[in-house]
């Protein structure tokens, strides 16, 4: 079966860059996806990452991906307040491509 | 120009009662899913609807019925409504099932069972 497990809280200073990661368990695994839930809102997309690529980058996001460990992470450089908020990882897998998400990650930005 | 919208926002019904929440979408998507995002914000999968065909069924109690009228729709609903109900439900869509298309997510209904 799928499980995608997360570290459930981070902290850091603005300015600092904050790492997110992930594991998950299913080898079929096709896309893997990174989702922010603001408080009050729905999850918003923020990258994605097809599961023969190691790496990619978007603007202060970066994706790393070890397909070996089954590891994903999220690395926000220069992290500012506005980045505060749960961080879901989810990957598409198995026959019907369910998406299955992780436990999410809430990333506190202190001033 | 709302891409994923759900009604009501907010849901505060007795325990017993019936219900059902609304979800449209206007992307032209193929493929649309409920999920429930409990207190602790884990987040289950519950349907999914491709082109008014149900394609993902999760072991969900029989009391919870989606409906999708056409594939722009896929509705909820919720009978004999339980405390353990509470929750915030998602609708998302997204083009098809298959392909790496994402999901997009509408804004929640926030659902409170006295």
């Known amino acids: 079966g799928e499980d995608v497990e997360q570290s459930l809280f981070l902290s850091v200073r603005e300015g600092d860059s904050s790492v997110i990661n992930c594991t998950y368990t299913d080898s079929s695994s096709t896309y893997l996806y990174w989702y922010k839930q603001e408080p009050g809102a729905g999850l918003q997309l923020l990258t994605y990452i097809f599961s023969n690529m190691d790496m990619k980058q978007d603007q202060r996001l970066t994706v790393l991906l070890n397909k070996k460990d089954k590891h994903l992470s999220l690395r926000i450089a220069d992290t500012q307040t506005g980045d505060s908020a749960i961080y879901f990882c989810?990957?598409?897998?198995?026959?019907?491509?369910?998406?299955?998400f992780g436990t999410g990650t809430k990333l506190q930005v202190i001033p | 120009d709302t891409a994923v919208s759900q009604t009501p926002k907010y849901l505060v019904t007795q325990m017993g009662n019936d219900k059902s929440i609304k979800c449209e979408q206007n992307?032209?998507?193929?493929?649309m899913y409920w999920y429930k995002q409990d207190s602790k914000k884990f987040l289950k999968i519950m349907f999914s609807?491709?082109?008014?065909?149900?394609?993902i069924n999760e072991t969900v109690p029989n009391r919870f019925s989606p409906k999708s009228p056409d594939k722009a729709h896929l509705n909820l609903h919720i009978n004999s409504l339980e405390l353990g109900d509470s929750a915030v439900y998602f609708c998302a869509s997204s083009q098809d099932s298959g392909s790496n298309q994402p999901q997009h997510f509408g804004d929640g209904t926030r659902l409170s069972i006295l």
């Open positions: 989810a990957e598409k897998a198995g026959g019907y491509q369910k998406v299955t």
């Open positions: 609807y491709n082109n008014k065909e149900l394609i």
């Open positions: 992307l032209g998507h193929d493929t």
